[in-house]
């Protein structure tokens, strides 16, 4: 009798413990299918900025390298999305070389000491128009401060089997507020650059 006792309960051990096993699989893979992540292609997005020049007219530059995802627990709704995204300060350009080797140094990026420009999202909300807002913390330099952009939905759309997301994002920032301090300035007392930095984003996201 004790002998079939302890086969019982042994048995019973092992039915509960594959039992667990399979209840953590289903919770894991509930999990895996709840996340859906978007990664951001460089080759048809853009990270572009506008700041004013000699108080009359403008400068506008752009970064060529740079990476991104967006993580949503919705189908094909990107309210309370996760975006994270990282900028090579290196392949910042403005189509001027002297100028761009200037905003490189210390007086603006110092790309050598800080190579990476960085973002995470902190809110991702929609509107009844479509429309989202997206908040989070930039950080540039040694300097991390949150941020506000306004996103204005382009839609989805499938393509050979696969999924594209387009979004455009404004925002702006002032550029002293992370270190970048060139602060010359004309005779008239205006700054030669702005400090106002206007943010445009155009960006096209592939569903993985």
């Not at 530059?61 to 189908?75: A, I, L, M, P, R």
């Not at 002293?176 to 060139?182: M, N, V």
């Amino acid at each position: 009798f004790s002998l079939i006792f302890i086969y019982v309960s042994l048995k019973s051990i092992s039915i509960m413990k594959k039992s667990i096993f399979i209840i953590i699989i289903c919770l894991f893979c509930n999990l895996s299918f709840a996340q859906n992540t978007w990664v951001i292609d460089p080759s048809h997005s853009a990270v572009e900025f506008e700041v004013s020049h000699l108080t009359v007219s403008s400068v506008s530059g752009y970064f060529t390298s740079f990476n991104g995802t967006v993580t949503t627990e919705k189908k094909n709704d990107f309210e309370g999305a996760t975006v994270t995204a990282n900028i090579q300060v290196a392949s910042i350009t403005t189509n001027n070389l002297e100028r761009d080797k200037h905003l490189k140094e210390d007086d603006f990026f110092n790309a050598k000491a800080f190579p990476e420009i960085k973002f995470k999202s902190t809110a991702f909300k929609k509107y009844e128009d479509g429309s989202y807002s997206l908040s989070g913390i930039l950080t540039i330099r040694d300097v991390s401060k949150p941020i506000d952009l306004d996103i204005d939905f382009g839609g989805i759309v499938s393509i050979e089997n696969m999924k594209r997301a387009g979004f455009t994002a404004k925002g702006s920032i002032n550029r002293f507020d992370y270190g970048l301090k060139w602060d010359d300035a004309l005779d008239s007392g205006g700054l030669i650059v702005g400090e106002k930095v206007d943010i445009i984003l155009k960006v096209e996201a592939v569903k993985q």
